[in-house]
């Protein structure tokens, strides 16, 4: 349970004792066998996954080589995932980009019959001017009139050809209408899983060129001066509109997670006063509890002044913190296999555990416990080790996760580290040393993703983590100690953007503020720095 990697001197049950911001929920629940297809390469497995990387099915021995180490996700909710992006575009298509050019084409037909009349009405200036003049004029009107019709036809047949363009353009986004549609109704798995999105590519419009009639001027000339002087035509106006991209966003609610910092900020660095630090939790005032390799769990101010400092019940270092609803400290004790909760300054007994060792916990905001736990002892055979999350109420166990829903264990048991946190979404997202992965779940407990921190510019060969915790946008924030970094996820698993390149050094607790700031303790400096990563 070697938690600090390099302090070698510390036994395995005391490195157990770390640090994490943590929660868990619920049981898995199987899903009709049904709803998965069988795998063309291991004969009786069902493709319960979806590989992210390979962007197909597999199924657990797939996991375990060919796609070993791959992010994937669950194939069920990927196939969700594609049916919503179907959907979307297609709404897309039908309520922003087909109205648009409709609107067009009923644009170009205005344009018709206003030039139509428009032209009419210089027809009759021009008649009208060639009657006053009678005869001496007639010369005149006519060659004026051949280029008023020439003008005509070159305008006309201008705009028929627009209107040609942006019918049939019409017509090729309802047939894309109507087949998405109809994979959507049919359920056609095999063309789900083949779509592409179309609505990006009609949404600039065509450049459409609207036409104003030519305007007639009179001229008072000497009979002589007739056929140079009987009027100027002014040819028409050509009045080409903007290019303009339809934003194909608008169809979606506005987002109302925090925007990111283009840059991470330090904002504060301080000094713990502790030999190594492991966890850490924000309360009010800026100040922060903190755990480290001592039997002492401190209260420290945002200039490291230590305010209060209280002592384990078991006098050994706690494994882990939380903070419940109404404010009130816990930790676990790896190594008395307890819970604790801290009363009027002191800690007092919470959970005892027969069988299980408390790893890392979290509290949350409805008044559960969310804990995950192992059964490793000095004498357990390595087969027989287990991990897994329990919810608790009241001190009481409502609910277990533990295997996924082929049956195989979510969670590797082995010497580090496990923590734990609950998304707002209900997501339980457990930080898994021994896989070196984070492994979501559903509020249910069904299998939703595996992050394996596959980041190209690591340094480290392997992804380290240790502390996890998820912010007020759905978003899951995990320590990666090894690599000096923090990994920034979304509720789905993609890496949004890595947080401490040049200023992390070994990051291991990490915490949030009331205003979102990032609190991270250092295990080796023992220093506690505070990071602005969001505007």
């Known amino acids: 349970m070697d938690t600090k990697g390099s302090d070698s001197s510390r036994s395995n049950m005391a490195s157990r004792k770390s640090r994490k911001k943590s929660i868990v929920t619920s049981v898995s629940v199987k899903e009709n066998e049904n709803s998965f297809q069988n795998c063309l390469e291991h004969t009786g497995n069902k493709l319960y996954f979806f590989c992210r990387p390979c962007a197909i099915p597999i199924c657990h021995k797939c996991a375990s080589e060919t796609h070993l180490s791959h992010d994937a996700e669950n194939v069920l909710e990927n196939l969700q995932s594609m049916r919503d992006l179907v959907t979307s575009d297609t709404s897309r298509l039908e309520s922003l980009i087909q109205p648009e050019y409709k609107k067009i084409e009923t644009q170009i037909q205005t344009n018709v019959l206003k030039l139509t009349s428009g032209y009419e009405n210089v027809k009759k200036q021009i008649v009208t001017n060639g009657e006053i003049w009678h005869k001496a004029v007639e010369s005149a009107v006519k060659k004026c009139l051949e280029r008023v019709e020439t003008m005509e036809k070159e305008d006309f047949s ?15 986004i309802q047939s894309l209408i109507d087949y998405n549609k109809k994979i959507l109704n049919e359920n056609d798995v095999s063309e789900i899983n083949k779509f592409k999105a179309k609505s990006e590519e009609f949404s600039r419009i065509p450049t459409i060129t609207s036409i104003i009639a030519p305007v007639f001027k009179n001229s008072d000339v000497e009979k002589e001066q007739l056929p140079e002087r009987f009027g100027a035509l002014k040819a028409s106006v050509l009045k080409k509109s903007r290019d303009f991209v339809i934003n194909v966003t608008s169809a979606e609610p506005p987002s109302k997670r925090d925007t990111l910092q283009d840059k991470p900020v330090v904002l504060r ?19 922060v509890w903190i755990s480290g390799n001592v039997e002492t769990v401190a209260k420290v101010d945002v200039h490291g002044n230590m305010i209060e400092k209280v002592s384990t019940r078991s006098k050994q270092a706690p494994f882990d913190l939380s903070i419940t609803s109404k404010g009130e400290l ?55 080790q287990q991990v897994k999350v329990v919810r608790y109420v009241h001190s009481s166990p409502t609910q277990e996760i533990q295997y996924d829903d082929g049956g195989c264990p979510l969670y590797v048991s082995g010497d580090f580290d496990v923590y734990i946190t609950v998304n707002s979404n209900q997501d339980v997202c457990v930080s898994d040393r021994n896989a070196k992965a984070v492994v979501s779940t559903s509020q249910s407990g069904r299998f939703r993703w595996r992050y394996f921190g596959n980041v190209p510019t690591r340094k480290c060969p392997y992804f380290d983590p240790r502390s996890i915790l998820t912010d007020r946008s759905c978003r899951i924030l995990v320590s990666d100690a090894d690599s000096n970094l923090v990994h920034l996820l979304d509720d789905r698993g993609h890496l949004l953007c890595l947080i401490g390149r040049g200023f992390l050094e070994k990051p291991v607790g990490i915490s949030l503020d009331s205003e979102g700031n990032l609190y991270v303790v250092e295990y080796h400096t023992a220093k506690l720095k505070v990071i602005k990563y969001i505007k």
């Open 158 to 172: 201008n705009l028929r050809e627009q209107r040609k363009l942006i019918s049939s353009l019409i017509t090729e």
């Open 269 to 287: 660095k301080v000094e713990t006063k502790f030999e190594k630090c492991w966890s850490v939790q924000c309360i009010q005032d800026q100040n």
């Open 330 to 384: 816990l930790y676990t004790d790896y190594g008395d296999r307890s819970v604790n909760i801290m009363k009027k300054g002191k800690f007092e007994p919470f959970l005892k555990l027969q069988g299980w060792n408390p790893l890392g916990l979290c509290a949350t905001d409805s008044g559960e416990v969310l804990l995950c736990m192992d059964n490793r002892n000095d004498s357990s055979k390595q087969k027989s």
